[in-house]
């Protein structure tokens, strides 16, 4: 067992004690509550939670076998050696009695490669600590970050042999930015000795000024009133946080409306975000849209595109169907389907995949057209969950 300082930058939040398997055995007192992770403050037990989900899954990607290779039991203990660090926000731990501070250890300025565990790079001529970026990385598709020309980038992957989910991820912030809203650009990209044709990069969005905060974090801070939906108790959040809630709630509904068309049913709580100050801890706007590449169809057998089939769709977050997600819906024409990608562009797009038959994008097409026209009449004023089926 070892004795670290939790800290969000240079000042101290609280002591732990970390047990051999990488995880929390112990809490000391906390030195600054206002500096806590917002998802540790509504529970006795929130800081030892948090960090366990801080805490890449062993599922991602290859990371079990990675760990196994290199004597690692646990990724509570592939995080511990990394000290905690991670490219969205300012939270890391010091070992007790240790001199280290942001500046040396931080990953938004200090270098860092891909697949490095726990060791030394050269900066000049001196061998320094490096730490890597991935043991806090969320989510279990496979993926790392990298320093391409200076540019800090996450790379994803997919979950089998096709490229759908990137070349989805590529499609769709095209489309949002379309839209004239805010998204996380991605690019292709070729990633050697994968069974698929390409992955993905964008670039960072945070950085020493600005960090991610998840919905899941903003709404846990603050205990839920009975009387209220999770949906409105995240906005009411944000707004006694800093943000405008006409904004916020325009930002969610027009997330809505775009997954609805994209048939997105990987928008989880962790999906939604927020920007925080590093300064003032205030919330300063949302976060670009990102991590759509789980839509038009990934993963589905190819079916009969029915209205029953087109309206049954599930989600994630807010609610479990896409039609329960449309009630909160106010501003129903928030989309210009002028502006949305032609069927033409996105055959073209999966094209590019050399293992995609021309029968599932056709089931794609066929579903993306149905979406757009189920669209329209909801903006028209429709009842979807009328439509008999």
Avoid at 299 to 310: C, S
Wanted: charged share 30%.
């Amino acid at each position: 067992m070892a004795i670290f300082t939790l800290m969000r930058k240079n000042e101290e939040v609280m002591l732990l004690q970390i047990g051999e398997d990488g995880n929390i055995t112990k809490l000391g007192k906390k030195e600054n509550i206002a500096l806590l992770p917002l998802q540790s403050r509504t529970s006795p037990k929130g800081i030892i939670e948090w960090w366990r989900d801080r805490a890449i899954p062993i599922k991602q990607g290859k990371v079990e076998k990675m760990l196994r290779d290199n004597g690692i039991e646990t990724t509570g203990l592939f995080l511990t050696q990394n000290l905690g660090l991670s490219l969205t926000d300012f939270y890391w731990i010091r070992p007790l009695g240790s001199e280290l501070t942001w500046e040396k250890v931080n990953l938004f300025d200090n270098d860092f490669k891909e697949n490095l565990l726990l060791g030394k790079i050269k900066v000049g001529n001196e061998e320094v600590d490096a730490y890597h970026p991935n043991s806090s990385l969320q989510g279990n598709l496979e993926k790392t970050w990298i320093i391409e020309n200076g540019i800090r980038k996450l790379v994803k992957g997919n979950h089998d042999v096709y490229s759908s989910e990137s070349i989805n991820e590529v499609i769709i912030s095209e489309a949002i930015k379309a839209q004239g809203r805010d998204s996380a650009q991605y690019s292709l990209l070729h990633i050697d000795g994968k069974d698929y044709d390409f992955g993905c990069s964008s670039e960072l969005f945070t950085s020493q000024k600005k960090e991610l905060v998840s919905a899941y974090a903003v709404m846990t801070s603050e205990l839920k009133p009975n009387n209220i939906s999770g949906y409105e108790h995240f906005i009411n959040v944000c707004d006694k946080n800093g943000l405008d809630r006409n904004a916020v709630r325009d930002y969610l509904e027009f997330e809505i409306l775009i997954d609805f068309i994209f048939s997105n049913r990987d928008r989880h709580l962790t999906n939604i975000s927020i920007l925080r100050d590093a300064d003032s801890l205030r919330f300063f706007s949302m976060a670009p849209i990102y991590d759509s590449g789980k839509s038009m169809l990934v993963g589905r057998d190819i079916v009969p595109v029915t209205d029953k089939y087109v309206l049954s769709q599930d989600s994630q977050g807010f609610k479990e169907k896409e039609l329960e997600l449309l009630k909160y819906v106010q501003n129903r024409k928030l989309i210009d389907v002028q502006q949305l990608p032609s069927p033409e562009h996105i055959k073209e797009m999966y094209l590019k995949d050399s293992q995609v038959s021309e029968e599932r994008i056709s089931f794609i097409l066929e579903m993306y057209m149905r979406k757009i026209d189920m669209y329209e009449k909801f903006a028209a004023g429709a009842n979807l969950s009328r439509i008999r089926f």
